[in-house]
């Protein structure tokens, strides 16, 4: 994905506050272009535009850094961790995808983009496939393809493989082959002090089991290698209905979704959207199915409800995948966990109804809550591949629901009126002045929801790291011996805690 250039205004304002930065990041930047060459280190200030949110996009930092190569980043790493220049904070951006501000870039510090190591490789038995830590999933499934070949990863082609596979990852066939990180095979990856080892189940295996779900705190990863299994082209179906159809959807979601025989072939989200500014929500079900059969017999439930339109296609996985650009927007994530209930749902819908519907910030906002089934038959497959420190296990029971909540900041010229369908795609006045009152409501909003599932007893304390929002903690949500052992692994790798200290972005073990 290729952001359109955010504000003029914002990316001056951003490079004023840089000039005034201290010298210590223009002695680290200059050290990291001496040693790496002009055309790896960018040292003139600009705000990077390739990022999701632009909270992201309008940080600034001091000089950027592009590795071509696994030993540029030891390099870097070896220059940013090693100097006895104070400060020097860095970022690592795979793909760029993580809404929250400083989570992949960092304003006048250095970021270190991986996307020039985007290369893929698939190895000679064509079982698993090499891939640069700076691609993102388009590459892999383009790449893939011509083999009638998937990966695990996620189903927007433009999010990184870099981030994803450090958080868990929730791929169209997770219900076949696991959390996409259980389908790690080898890491690549440059550690605290600059050395650049090869992580599996038999080398490192401490480090290996941690980066299943430890996101960036261990090192920087340069190359992942995954397991790569058949596949051809798969279905989708999308369905849009009014929103008096709701409990008749959230039925039928949970018939699918806590199904003792969870069909591993469904890959399925119900959605809704809420425009305050019209007060109109919307529900739609994207129900794929990782085989090339239309209208499946288990989405029968679905297509039986009374809609406003129903389409499907098969279609390849890349082409499935493909991004439509976004516009500059600013962007909330937040995630809970709960056990499979239509009542719940419905509970769920009613408070969020009650807190959302008179809110409506300057310059508007547009509010969208994804549920999916978080089937046991996913969480079997870890145990065969090394493990991974989600915390989650397949006795917690089938049927467990993530609820993603975004936050969309969108801005509208005055007078347009809108309708859910045209919102996404409408012209934008990119202007930061409402993120407060989205972030204050968003908490209370997630808080009202959260105690719902709390009251009907069905909150499960998992939180997923690649949907949390800033407020959350997903790493202590994986229980206490995981963490633990995540804070272990991270004693014994990264002593003097690099990654904590001078890595801020992400979420962290200390
Ligand atoms: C439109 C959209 C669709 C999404 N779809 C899915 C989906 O289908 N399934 C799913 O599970 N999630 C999905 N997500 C969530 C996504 O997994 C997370 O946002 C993820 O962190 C994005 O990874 P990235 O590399 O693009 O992000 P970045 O923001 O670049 O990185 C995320 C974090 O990982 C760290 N990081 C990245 N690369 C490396 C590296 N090489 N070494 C060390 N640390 C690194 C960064 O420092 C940062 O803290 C989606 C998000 C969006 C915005």
């Not at 605290?192 to 480090?207: H, I, K, Q, W």
């Not at 089934?373 to 420190?389: D, E, F, I």
Request: a negative charge; glycine letters at 10%; proline letters at 5%.
């Amino acid at each position: 994905m290729r952001l359109a250039q955010s504000s003029t205004a914002t990316a001056l304002a951003a490079a004023a506050a840089v000039s005034a930065a201290s010298s210590s990041y223009d002695t680290c930047c200059a050290r990291l272009a001496a040693a790496l060459g002009d055309d790896i280190v960018t040292t003139t200030p600009f705000a990077e535009t390739d990022y999701f949110s632009i909270q992201e996009s309008s940080l600034v930092p001091a000089c950027i850094v592009r590795p071509r190569s696994a030993q540029h980043v030891s390099k870097a790493v070896t220059i940013l961790t090693t100097s006895r220049v104070p400060g020097c904070q860095f970022a690592v951006k795979g793909g760029g995808h993580t809404p929250a501000g400083g989570s992949a870039n960092i304003q006048g510090g250095v970021t270190i983009d991986m996307k020039f190591l985007n290369a893929t490789v698939l190895s000679e038995d064509k079982t698993s496939v090499a891939v640069g830590a700076g691609a993102v999933w388009n590459d892999v499934y383009g790449y893939l393809g011509d083999f009638n070949l998937a990966a695990a990863g996620g189903r927007n082609g433009g999010v990184g493989v870099g981030g994803l596979l450090l958080g868990g990852g929730i791929s169209h066939f997770s219900p076949r082959v696991g959390w996409a990180c259980d389908t790690v095979v080898e890491y690549e990856i440059v550690l605290a002090n600059g050395t650049l080892v090869t992580v599996s189940g038999t080398s490192y295996p401490d480090l290996y089991r941690a980066l299943k779900g430890g996101g960036n705190n261990f090192g920087v990863v340069t190359r992942y290698t995954l397991t790569a299994f058949p596949q051809g082209n798969m279905s989708v179906n999308t369905i849009s209905y009014d929103v008096s159809q709701i409990g008749a959807v959230f039925d039928a979601f949970t018939d699918i979704a806590a199904s003792p025989n969870f069909d591993p072939y469904v890959s399925l989200q119900t959605d809704l959207l809420y425009v305050p500014a019209a007060k109109a929500w919307s529900v739609t079900s994207s129900a794929s199915y990782t085989k090339p059969v239309l209208h499946p017999e288990v989405f029968s439930g679905l297509e039986a409800v009374p809609s406003i339109s129903n389409t499907s296609e098969i279609t390849a996985v890349a082409a499935l995948a493909a991004e439509n650009p976004t516009p500059p927007l600013n962007w909330l994530f937040a995630t809970l966990t709960f056990g499979t209930s239509s009542e719940t749902m419905l509970g769920i819908f009613n408070a969020l109804n009650g807190s959302l519907y008179d809110f409506n910030p300057a310059g508007g906002v547009t509010w969208s809550f994804a549920f999916e089934p978080l089937p046991s038959v996913m969480l079997s497959h870890s145990a065969a591949t090394g493990g991974n420190v989600l915390g989650l296990e397949p006795e917690d029971g089938n049927g467990v629901i993530l609820l993603v909540v975004h936050a969309l900041t969108i801005y509208l010229p005055m007078g347009l009126t809108l309708t859910p369908t045209v919102l996404l795609v409408s012209a934008l006045w990119p202007n930061s002045s409402s993120n407060d009152s989205v972030y204050r409501k968003g908490r209370d909003t997630f808080a009202a929801i959260k105690a719902v599932a709390e009251r009907k007893g069905m909150l499960r304390k998992f939180e997923y790291l690649n949907y949390a929002g800033p407020h959350q903690a997903p790493l202590a949500s994986y229980g206490t011996d995981n963490l633990d052992y995540l804070r272990k692994v991270s004693k014994k790798y990264d002593p003097t805690g690099v990654f904590q200290r001078k890595v801020p972005g992400g979420f962290k073990l200390w």
